[in-house]
């Protein structure tokens, strides 16, 4: 069984598009994580919740809007998307909100045209 | 401001070879660092996490050594395989934030 799950795995879409990319952990874990990964592969958090609640908002525009219907799921919804948001977006939880083990989904690799 | 340093950035080693790569850190505050493993198009996977009051840490072929006060942490990759080849990235959790900051990655191909 997948562990950390997201989808889709591919999204190309235009400039000035909304879209979200949805993330799904059944390891019981109560934190979970956005990160983004830019074309040099520099990987770097965007977002964390815990038990639905936002513990970590690093300097994202507000364009970029996480959303947590239960502690098993962290949703990210994009508005008005732009050239740079053109990267891979990747999915990650953890049992606790400090630091423990991070486990990752595939990834979803963004291109904005 | 922690920032997370691997070098060399990429790595090309015959199979059967024994190599090294290093993660240098600029605030030793940490609570402790993981490493990790990066397949093309894949997302990550946890290697080894090493706590701040450890040396070192083992798995099979990998070992993970620690050194806090100066900064620094090696992954020891003994008798290195074709399957070997991935991108490894190391990650620092620094006391009081709540958040992994990770390095800029060594890509390691090895040939066979």
């Known amino acids: 069984d997948t562990a950390v799950s997201q989808t889709p795995k591919y999204l190309v879409t235009q400039m000035g598009n909304d879209k979200s990319i949805k993330c799904e952990q059944n390891l019981g874990h109560d934190t979970m994580y956005w990160y983004k990964q830019d074309s040099k592969k520099f990987l770097k958090i965007m977002f964390s919740?815990?038990?639905?609640?936002?513990?970590i908002n690093e300097t994202v525009p507000n364009r970029f809007s996480p959303k947590s219907p239960d502690k098993a799921h962290l949703n990210l919804h994009i508005n008005s998307l732009e050239l740079g948001d053109s990267a891979v977006y990747f999915c990650a939880s953890s049992s606790g909100g400090g630091p423990d083990t991070q486990y990752f989904g595939p990834g979803t690799r963004l291109t904005v045209l | 401001k922690q920032e997370v340093t691997q070098i060399p950035a990429a790595l090309s080693v015959p199979e059967g070879e024994n190599l090294v790569l290093n993660c240098s850190f600029t605030d030793s505050a940490i609570y402790n660092l993981q490493w990790f493993r990066q397949d093309p198009g894949k997302g990550l996977t946890s290697l080894l996490l090493i706590q701040s009051s450890q040396r070192e840490q083992t798995s099979g072929r990998l070992n993970a050594s620690l050194d806090k006060s100066s900064g620094r942490s090696t992954l020891y990759i003994a008798a290195s395989q074709p399957g070997d080849s991935a991108t490894y990235l190391c990650?620092?959790?620094?006391?009081?934030?709540?958040?992994?900051?990770f390095g800029t990655g060594t890509r390691l191909k090895v040939l066979a």
């Open positions: 990650a620092v959790f620094t006391s009081g934030t709540y958040k992994y900051i």
């Open positions: 919740y815990n038990n639905k609640e936002l513990i």
